[in-house]
């Protein structure tokens, strides 16, 4: 069972009854969604969240660089210093 899961088989040792074949491509069937599917979504949503994150930040930046004058002086320099962490090109 462990060979079909991982890696579809050998290819020396094969199923030959009904109840054999159809039990390879049924955990085969399951490797390829445990071990390719999910994970994919998984990473598929952690990027959208990324993305949203990266744009809210970039967002609440503009906001604070239209707003300059009513920043106090501690804001300008947490601002300025935000600033030069990003690297701009």
């Known amino acids: 069972c462990f060979s079909v899961v991982t890696t579809i088989g050998f290819g020396d040792i094969t199923a030959v009854t009904v109840l054999g074949r159809t039990a390879t491509v049924i955990l085969g069937i399951y490797g390829v969604i445990v071990l390719a599917i999910?994970?994919?979504?998984?990473?598929?949503?952690?990027?959208?969240?990324v993305k949203i994150r990266a744009k809210e930040s970039?967002?609440?930046?503009?906001y604070k660089l239209e707003h300059l004058e009513e920043m106090s002086k501690t804001e300008l320099k947490e601002l300025s210093e935000q600033a030069k962490k990003w690297k701009f090109k």
Do not use: K, Q
């Not at 994970?39 to 959208?48: D, F, K, Q, R």
């Not at 970039?58 to 503009?62: I, P, R, S, T, V």
């Open 58 to 62: 970039a967002e609440e930046f503009l």
């Open 38 to 49: 999910i994970p994919g979504i998984v990473v598929s949503y952690y990027m959208e969240i």
